[in-house]
């Protein structure tokens, strides 16, 4: 937002005593805001800038879309907007919201309303209420239940939204309880405010959250996906999912994450999975850079989830060990069958499993006897993924003992460069047979089918063990295995 109106003299305010938080400060209406405001004003209703919008321009953070509550309703809102939106869209139009684009501003204008879930359904159902009181009674917390009247600019705040912004505290403008009945996913909204903003839960919200956890399974997964989404791209995950876990709200919807706790570490004793897959995520977090950007939504899932085939594969050994034998394996199949269930795209279904059956991989190169086959066969199994997969293997390392860590650290600085010098000489990312299709089927005179494949398996395995040949040894190599196929006999 460029050009901003300064909240006006007679805005009705009182800053709370022993403010906590520094860059709060007077809201600024954005001149958009302004200029809507008049025009419901002219038109004759009431409108109101509400929710995170108003505390983020007290806290000074970027707002990129603005949200407005009127008394106006869906249809007489679009009246209101034509000629001075650019753009208009209703996808919302059942929950009483009007989209709309104004130069490179987006807004949203919504009807003061009711939300409420019904005991057995998935979907709220919405009603229409009749003042900015009443809406803002129904907000999620008190931070988000702050509102600034268009034109006059009056700051209304009627449930100490101000001072709970003030001393980073989530409190729910009524009863938690009655917040909680009219949308569970306000629960999951907590634990996303909590990493995303570093604020406390109130006791009494968090004793709600554990008290209601079970009403989390009438969200639709889609909603529950993008709350999860947005708390794990937060600065500080760790705060959030800590949460979910306490109150069992994670046992609703990620039963496999709170599995972890107690569960015996093979590698750090010293701690349990849980708190193991947790600080593996914190390092990954702070492996993002330029060739990893963060917050890489791929990434963090893989770190969360990269150990939970552990407590199905534990098993307690003769000695007095604990084995999680190919847990890797079953946490490959436990994270997409978990993350399809919550409604993620198949891309990113298919990348974190991937990245989580392959997360072991590099303890098999041991102080470095991997043959530059294995060094090609790692690279190209990762594929794209190689960069993630670099990130994800160092963050697995959690020990505390600071001698086996740098030894980790060094051994796997010497795969990376092994990685690099075969990488100048044979562009392992995109490694191909020495011959294509193409080339197969002339010098065996074969049509498209299934020994064209087999043959290109055979020349790719070579293409690992050996690396590049040249086009005379690729065809004496394929005439080898011709020779030992069923197929060439005459």
Do not use: C
């Not at 470095?368 to 994800?392: C, F, I, K, M, N």
């Amino acid at each position: 937002m460029g050009h901003v109106v300064t909240l006006t003299s007679g805005a009705r305010r009182t800053d709370p005593p022993g403010l906590g938080l520094a860059n709060v400060s007077s809201p600024q209406i954005p001149l958009v805001a302004q200029s809507l405001g008049e025009r419901f004003a002219a038109a004759g209703f009431d409108l109101a800038l509400v929710g995170g919008s108003v505390r983020d321009l007290i806290l000074k953070r970027r707002v990129n879309d603005l949200d407005f509550t009127t008394d106006a309703t869906p249809e007489q809102t679009e009246r209101v907007l034509a000629g001075w939106a650019d753009a208009t869209w209703d996808v919302g139009r059942a929950f009483g919201t009007i989209g709309a684009r104004h130069g490179g501003d987006v807004v949203e204008v919504t009807t003061y309303r009711a939300e409420a879930y019904e005991a057995d359904s998935r979907k709220p159902a919405v009603a229409y209420g009749t003042s900015l009181d009443d809406d803002l009674v129904r907000r999620d917390f008190t931070v988000n239940a702050m509102a600034l009247a268009l034109p006059s600019g009056e700051f209304v705040d009627p449930h100490g939204g101000l001072t709970d912004l003030a001393q980073g505290l989530l409190r729910t403008p009524g009863t938690p309880e009655s917040s909680f009945t009219d949308d569970p996913l306000r629960m999951m909204r907590a634990a996303r405010f909590a990493a995303q903003l570093g604020f406390e839960v109130a006791p009494q919200v968090r004793t709600a959250m554990a008290a209601m956890a079970d009403r989390l399974s009438i969200v639709s997964a889609e909603r529950v996906r993008d709350e999860l989404t947005k708390l794990l791209l937060s600065p500080n995950p760790r705060v959030g999912l800590r949460l979910l876990v306490d109150t069992g709200l994670a046992d609703v919807f990620l039963p496999e994450l709170p599995a972890l706790q107690l569960e015996i570490d093979e590698h750090h004793r010293h701690k349990d999975v849980y708190e193991h897959s947790l600080t593996v995520l914190d390092q990954a977090i702070a492996l993002e850079d330029d060739v990893v950007p963060g917050p890489d939504l791929v990434l963090r899932l893989a770190a969360l989830l990269h150990d939970i085939g552990k407590p199905a594969t534990r098993r307690f050994e003769s000695g007095g060990g604990v084995s999680f034998h190919h847990h890797e394996v079953v946490g490959a199949k436990l994270t997409a069958k978990r993350l399809k269930a919550l409604r993620f795209d198949s891309s990113t279904v298919k990348q974190v499993s991937r990245l989580v059956e392959l997360h072991l991989r590099f303890h098999g190169y041991g102080g470095g006897e991997w043959t530059d086959s294995a060094v090609r066969r790692y690279v190209h199994d990762a594929g794209p993924l190689l960069q993630r997969l670099h990130r994800l293997t160092r963050s697995d390392s959690t020990t505390r003992n600071a001698r086996r860590a740098a030894l980790l650290s060094r051994t796997y600085d010497d795969l990376e460069e092994r990685i690099a010098r075969l990488e100048e000489q044979e562009e392992l990312a995109s490694i191909r047979p020495d011959l294509d299709g193409e080339q197969i089927m002339a010098a065996l005179d074969l049509r498209p089918g299934p020994v064209v494949g087999r043959a290109y398996k055979h020349l790719l395995a070579v293409r690992m063990d050996q690396g590049p040949l040249s086009e005379d040894a690729a065809h004496a190599e394929l005439r080898r295995w011709w020779a030992e196929q069923p197929e060439s006999a005459p």
